[in-house]
């Protein structure tokens, strides 16, 4: 259910303050439905979420439309006029060049860019914020972009794995383990993917599919006589959808 | 299964011998002063011999005049150059001796070439060379072997094997290769892309394959220094923890000691997952913390896989609280306790589970305090219905 100021919001509620789409209304029936307990600040915290993910879904199958490449970090590759790639294959944004700038322009210009999948991940969480932040506090608060897995993630992100989770949600981040992956493919280790709240996901470098289609893919790459399947585990990662809309909410009302 | 070593003729020989084809001449200077028993065991560790070896060494050479090829026993300023990874001109050197050697006096070259003190980082280097000039057949089966792995890892080209041995010969020697491509290449760590790749893999393959732990010291050690200089380390991480061994985490925690706060950046982000590591404490206070927090828990961790592909902050070793609670060891791939439960155990393993997690974590430390302590108050109060179990650990929190 969805508590507000200790009142626990309906769908109605909500329906009847903000037009919604269907998967904004997927995702409310889900919130509504559950046992657990999602409290939010306001309405607007609720909104600024669904918001969120929603652009995650769409930023998602954008950046799977926009052609990146599938690259290991040791061979990955982006647009010089924009990023500086690392000794250890991540990029950063080059100096003189806006964030916005630079993470447009992976959708713009896609194969000029090859990673690794959970780098992919982060891309798509910064173009869904940059669809829905102003440019200015988009730049403000990401103004030092490092894409490289999620070992060096702005905090401001606040990106955060949890292990078991009361309920799935279109947008979430999952992650399919393959245990028994062919050593001299690490990077098939598993795959990043992203909930598109249709019953199919994208993960970067085999698209878009069902969880089976996607392992199906992934078992390609165990070693010969692998034992153990490919498998979807409960974890969930997702952005501070909260802290985010704290830092919207704030810009927007002072602005 | 110890493999068939030989020792080195040359420790016992003055003879000059080659610097660029056998950098491992700077383990003379090394070893010369060591007794007997820890010269040959030094040795042992980094140079072994096939035991598949097909090729006869051919007999010493006949003397270069070249002072180039030559390296004195002593201690020189020639031999510390050796102990250092070598720069690009120094192995563009050995390719162009090795060319002219090729052209000139092919028997030499192979002898070189397929000499067991050979690196690793040789062989890479002239690989090309060795393509151009078809000589890959007459190398020994240690290069050959080498070879193939390499053009599998950069090209993908698997090749059929064509090995004159058994099957069980066959997983030795490439054992053996892949340990000696590792041991002997992880000097020259950070040569190009393609090198450290095979570093990499080669890691992987000994790690998940087979199950090799006396190589986690030179991984770590690479690790850390990949991390100071900016390298990738994500597949070397990920080898490392693939060993499943919590023991092995020692190597990470020793860092924290360090006086390059790179080191201690990185040892902090690969040890997270244990509680006593804060980014607060002083290092040398994390670094005890963290051996404590092992001591007591290692037979109680499972291993979770996590990886930094998966998750910012990885917990690839979890503490199974219920078996610490009941001081039972546990399989450390599947998380679940080797021995059976009793029915007074099981009882009591319900009604824990019902518990808050900090309840689990109080009584789960208390009994392993008072296990180490004192077996026989151990065993009074583990029978104890689990209400005065706690009241009794709440009553004795400072028991250490």
Known sequence: ?255 | MMFPYCRCPYLLSTKPIYPYFMPYTWYFSNIINLPVKDLYETYTRNVHFSPLQSHILPEWPHDSKDEKYYLSLDPSPSTKLLRQTRSHDELNNIETAFRALIETDLEKALYLINHETLPFTSLFWLRHDIEKHGVFDQLSLRNRTALSIVNEILLGKRDTLSMPCSYCDYIQTVHSVLKWILETGSIDDGLSNDYDQVLDITAVLLIKIYRDKTILSTISDMIFKRYTKGHFINDLVWAFFQSHDPNSLIFIADHLKSEEPKEIELARKLLRFCPSIDDHSKTLEEYTAFTDWLKENSSFLSFTGESFQQSTNPMPYVVILEAKYLYKTVDLLTGRSFEAFTENESLLLDEYKELDNDTKILLANFSYRLHQRDLSSWKTWIDYPIEKQLSIAKSNREVR
């Open chain 1, 1 to 255: 259910m969805i508590i507000i100021s200790g009142t626990i919001i309906s769908l109605d509620d909500f329906v009847n303050q903000y037009s919604v789409g269907p998967m904004e209304r997927k995702i409310l029936e889900i919130l509504t439905a559950s046992e657990f307990i999602y409290s939010y600040r306001s309405m607007d915290y609720l909104k600024f979420e669904l918001d969120l993910r929603v652009n995650i879904i769409q930023a998602a199958k954008d950046l799977y439309k926009s052609k990146m490449d599938f690259k290991t970090f040791r061979q990955s590759i982006c647009n010089p006029d924009f990023w500086e790639r690392s000794e250890e294959g991540g990029f950063s944004v080059k100096n003189g060049v806006l964030p916005s700038d630079a993470i447009e322009d992976i959708f713009i210009n896609g194969p000029k860019y090859g990673t690794e999948c959970a780098t992919a991940i982060i891309i798509v969480y910064y173009k869904a914020l940059l669809n829905i932040l102003p440019k200015k506090l988009f730049n403000e608060l990401f103004s030092e972009i490092y894409l490289m897995n999620w070992k060096s993630l702005d905090t401001d992100l606040g990106v955060t794995t949890y292990k078991k989770v009361p309920d799935y949600l279109p947008g979430d981040c999952r992650y399919i383990d393959n245990p028994d992956v062919d050593p001299l493919t690490p990077h098939w280790q598993g795959e990043n993917v992203i909930d598109l709240g249709n019953g199919t996901y994208y993960g970067h470098g085999i698209g878009i599919g069902t969880a089976d289609k996607i392992i199906e893919v992934l078992e390609k790459y165990r070693k010969a006589e692998a034992t153990q399947p490919a498998r979807l585990l409960d974890s969930v990662t997702t952005p501070d959808f909260k802290y985010l809309a704290h830092r919207y909410l704030s810009f927007v009302g002072s602005s």
